[in-house]
């Protein structure tokens, strides 16, 4: 009767759309009610295993927590990681590449699909100010797959220097490893003509195969800001100017992340309570697309959900929460 009360508890308060903090401590409380009901405590295993949940814990949190559990599947994140901003698809199958946010690692995370940790890799001479998203670029001429990851964070829009940081991906990396990067100094044109300040909160970063380009979308109340940045003619050695496309409004919600899908046809925005997929038609442009009105995509709301990225395949997806204050997850979905 307890667990049938909180199921009631949590589908009311979900379609009241009660406040972000009062949905994460009735998660966090259902969690805990679950695992005492189990008798268990979550574990890990080696260093670079997968965390174990029970499967008593499993099993009761399951109907709790989806809207329909056919469609979702859920692993936990190895406890090694306190929190993933961001997610790219790496150059193999079923992993991915995934950073943490300001004052956390410098560096990147390989991660499996279901929440093992594969490689630690530390950017050798590069502070983390604030990465908040990493995307994927596959060069068809050379057979090779570049990251791109975005210090591009700044919640009070005073920020002097932004950066964008580059590697070369590959099949195979050490358990814990430190590589050099490129490092492309990166700014805001100016568009204060147009009543917008020169100093945005970037959280969105993804990149465009079609016509290989990076687009940026700035986070703020009601409105973001769409930039883009051509990839051919990026420099280490001046400063790359972004490219002004103009504004995108999907509710009054902040955008937290992006990603395109791999043949550019498609792309995924999300926010705090939902995802958005935009589909561009034939002889049309990305500007022009994201005028329009995006489906909304399966989501289950996570504690500070702020990544999102395709599978290799366009239907299926993943989302990771940044919030550390509780059991972070991978969450998978593939859409009928």
């Known amino acids: 009767m307890f667990i049938c009360g909180m199921v009631s508890l949590k589908k009311s308060f979900l379609g009241l759309k009660i406040h972000r903090f009062v949905y994460q401590l009735f998660t966090l409380f259902t969690i805990s009610v679950t695992g005492?009901?189990?008798?268990?405590?979550?574990?890990?295993?080696?260093?670079?295993?997968?965390?174990?949940?029970f499967?008593?814990?499993?099993?009761?949190?399951?109907?709790?927590?989806?809207?329909?559990?056919?469609?979702?599947?859920?692993?936990?994140?190895?406890?090694?990681?306190?929190e993933i901003s961001g997610l790219s698809r790496s150059c193999?199958?079923?992993?991915?590449?995934?950073?943490?946010?300001?004052?956390?690692?410098?560096?990147?995370?390989?991660?499996?699909?279901?929440?093992?940790?594969?490689?630690?890799?530390?950017?050798?001479?590069?502070?983390?100010?604030d990465f908040e998203d990493i995307t994927s670029v596959y060069d068809s001429a050379t057979a090779k797959t570049t990251i791109y990851v975005s210090d591009?964070?700044?919640?009070?829009?005073?920020?002097?220097?932004?950066?964008?940081?580059?590697?070369?991906?590959?099949a195979h990396w050490p358990e814990d490893t430190t590589i050099n990067c490129m490092t492309y100094p990166v700014q805001f044109p100016d568009i204060k003509s147009k009543g917008h300040p020169n100093h945005f909160n970037?959280?969105?970063?993804?990149?465009?195969?079609?016509?290989?380009?990076?687009?940026?979308?700035?986070?703020?109340?009601?409105?973001?800001?769409?930039?883009?940045?051509?990839?051919?003619?990026?420099?280490?050695?001046?400063?790359?100017t972004l490219i002004y496309l103009g504004t995108?409004?999907?509710?009054?919600?902040?955008?937290?992340?992006?990603?395109?899908?791999?043949d550019g046809l498609e792309l995924l925005l999300k926010d705090y309570t939902t995802i958005y997929r935009y589909q561009k038609a034939p002889h049309t442009t990305w500007a022009k697309t994201l005028q329009q009105k995006p489906d909304i995509m399966p989501y289950y709301i996570e504690?500070?959900?702020?990544?999102?990225?395709?599978?290799?395949?366009?239907?299926?997806?993943?989302?990771?929460?940044?919030?550390?204050?509780?059991?972070?997850?991978?969450?998978?979905?593939?859409?009928?």
């Open 36 to 53: 005492v009901l189990s008798g268990c405590n979550k574990q890990g295993i080696d260093y670079f295993g997968s965390a174990i949940i």
């Open 55 to 82: 499967g008593s814990l499993d099993t009761i949190s399951t109907d709790i927590l989806y809207p329909n559990p056919k469609k979702y599947q859920r692993y936990p994140l190895h406890p090694v990681i306190k």
């Open 92 to 129: 193999v199958d079923s992993l991915f590449w995934g950073m943490e946010d300001s004052h956390e690692l410098s560096g990147v995370y390989l991660i499996s699909e279901t929440g093992s940790v594969k490689s630690i890799v530390r950017f050798n001479q590069i502070k983390n100010r």
């Open 152 to 170: 591009m964070g700044d919640n009070f829009r005073i920020r002097k220097n932004y950066y964008i940081h580059m590697f070369e991906d590959k």
């Open 202 to 240: 970037c959280e969105a970063f993804a990149y465009n195969t079609t016509d290989s380009a990076f687009y940026l979308f700035t986070t703020g109340p009601g409105v973001s800001h769409i930039f883009t940045l051509l990839r051919t003619g990026l420099t280490t050695k001046g400063i790359n």
């Open 248 to 262: 995108i409004t999907i509710g009054k919600r902040y955008i937290t992340a992006a990603d395109f899908s791999s």
């Open 303 to 336: 504690p500070q959900g702020e990544a999102v990225v395709y599978k290799t395949g366009l239907k299926s997806y993943l989302t990771l929460t940044e919030s550390n204050d509780s059991i972070p997850y991978i969450y998978l979905y593939e859409p009928e």
